[in-house]
């Protein structure tokens, strides 16, 4: 069953009823103000750091659901509603809410009144605004309340949720007109505030919560709109408040319009005060100015709408198949930025006080959004590379507001220095630009070194960590923060991700073998590049060593082992009561050359097939873990069918696409493709439950009891895994050192497609026909009617080009 319908002309999923499965959300802003909105209108907003510049507040795991947020009610007459239906939920004549790239309409109409709330957060300032325009569909002369309400945050989010003792007594507001400023500790240590204004005159206003809900009344209830009239209230601590009312007065057929903004503003600490008590609110009311009006609000509109055109414009498909079209065109690489920007901080699944920039994170992330935002993606990876130790090893988290590696979960996770190659590897072969190899960035340590030397110190991570099989020890873990294999943990609650008591653990990692053997040969690449031809004959010789080591002691007789644990014992066999197969190194191996000349890969794929593949995607291992293994760790510690024990782990699943077109397999490339992405489970909503326009985390493994239901959307790794396996692998438009490959693989029944990516500063109009109905394989390239050698576009000299590939 769907609960809206995608609008691909506008970018838009329009949902059309409010009570959808799950709030489904949008992300408002990109830069440095961000805020979630929900289709009701839930949500909050932050300044930079979803955990410690909270604006607004907002109650996680909350009864009911999603309670909190931007909430507008109109008043007529001693009745109230809810435009957004949240909060009141009164049932609405007609509802719709437009989720698009960077901003959300709810439209709705009830009791003859149209009202049209346009949220998004203008390029460049720190704001958010309310665009609302009411309506009047009778034919008579009507008078209005508007209501607005919003709960400020105490700025640290953790804090504000568990210190009241002291926050009760700090919430500080100042009213000035219709502008409500939220200044609590500012008169100390903090050199910022809040505001929340409306372009327009105001009948009154509150400012602390208690007045404008009563202690015992709900968003749904509030007393102010009981009595149709603000209280003028000032919170003197409690908890902190905007709410403006406004009277209207609308003839037949007549409509108003309102821009209501959220502001935050700095000052330098010799800027703080007007006078004595009264904040400085130079900056704010220029802010104000700035989009007081309908015709400057349209303008920055406009300028939203084109900055995220511009985005997208660098790669887009021309597909029969609608489905295929909205999620590469749109909604994937909508989600690529989302998770570059927000990491894994700030989503209806996190929570926003727990998680730093990861680093294994960010290094995937930006897979998928070097081709939109090199410079920006440039920027990341130094940051990253400035969170390493000298050894390659790395802090798995740092903080973005101070930029500094997290102590608290430290380093350890054997995968993590990998990951660095591949995204340098993926930024040089979208732009060409060898320099960030020269560029200076220190280790941790604060020794100078340049990002090669960060690479290096990660390829030799591994070579310098090799177990007794010569395969990577794991550490912590490596991909997959679960497998545990060197903390037996027994205490209640302790953290998985953190204890580390065996040290001297001998468990290796199977996938991480797979992983160097797949960006291996990138790194040898490089090297030579800096004509450091030693390194890269040490460097071949190491690859020729792990390729040996997998061959000989990573092979189970139908596919790849997935470790050896504590004991030197092996982990996803046949020989294993539970987890006989785990899906990591099978995608890894295959990336990395494995069992190519032998035929292994195939009957490794096979097996995939036959033990992972079911209904909602692949699953990560199985048999799911029935049982607690100490051996194994948080893994086991899921109910079967859950999270990383046999959960669909959509993360992974890309792996397997693109290891399955390396041996040519386009149909079931496509399949596993299909399975997942959320346009083609559109009309499974009611199961699949969260937002049918963005990838999640997980689906419900076939061992859950709500097998095909998905959580954690949003903020996870597949978003660019699936677009490097759809982009690259499938469609086959492939980035490389050398040039842009073409080569596609895919199933046998399509004709064609065409593509349109811009790269290296040329714009690739690209024509794939596929006359002999043809997996993989490419017969003729013709490069503006000439054609070329090979598969490689390497000519970046004109502004335009006209590719026509023949398949065959
Ligand atoms: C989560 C983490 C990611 C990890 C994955 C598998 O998505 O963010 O770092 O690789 O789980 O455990
Ligand atoms: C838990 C989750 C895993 C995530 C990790 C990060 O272990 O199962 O997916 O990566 O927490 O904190």
Redesign the pocket.
Known sequence: MKYGYFDDQRKEYVIERPDTPYPWINYLGSEEFFGLISNTGGGYSFYKDASKRRLTRYRYNNVPTDSGGRYYYIYENGNYFSPAWAPQKSELDSYQCRHGLGYTVIESEKNNLKTEMKFFVPKGDNAELHQIKIKNLADSRRKLKLFSFLEFCLYDAEDDMTNFQRNFNTGEVEVDGSTIYHKTEYRERRNHYTFYNVNQEIAGFDTDRESFLGLYNSFAEPQVLEAGKSSNSIAHGWSPIGSHSLEIELEAGEEEEFIFQLGYIENDNDQKWEKPGVINKEKAKKLMTKYNSSAKVEKAFAELKNHWDKLLSSFSIEHPDSKLERMVNTWNQYQNMVTYNLA?SASYFESGIS?GI?F??SN?DLLGSAHMIPERVKQRIKDLAATQFEDGSAYHQYQPLTKKGNDKIGSG?N?DPLWLIFAVAAYIKETGDYSILKEEVPFNSGKEAVIFDHLEASFMHVVNNLGPHNLPLIGH???????NLSAFSEKPGESFQTVSNKDDSPAESVMIAGMFLTTGPDFIQLAKKMNKEKLAAKAEEALAEMKEAVNKYGRDDDWFLRAYDYYSDKVGSKENEYAEIFIEPQGFCIMGGIGLEDGFAEKTLASVNQRLNTDHGLMILDPTIKKYQLNLGEVSSYPPGY??NGAV?C??NPWIMIAETIVGNGKRAFEYYSKIAPAYREEISELHRTEPYVYS?MIAGKDAATFGEAK?SW????AAWNFVAISQWILGIRPEFEGLKIDPCIPTDWDGFKVQRKFRGTEFEIEIRNFDNVNKGVKKILVDGKEIKGQTLKDFTKEKVKVEVEMG
């Open positions: 894994r998680r990861g294994r994170d995937q996770f995968d873990a490596d991909w997959n923060d679960c497998l999270k990383e782990f993360h992974n985390q954690n903020l996870t790794g597949t």
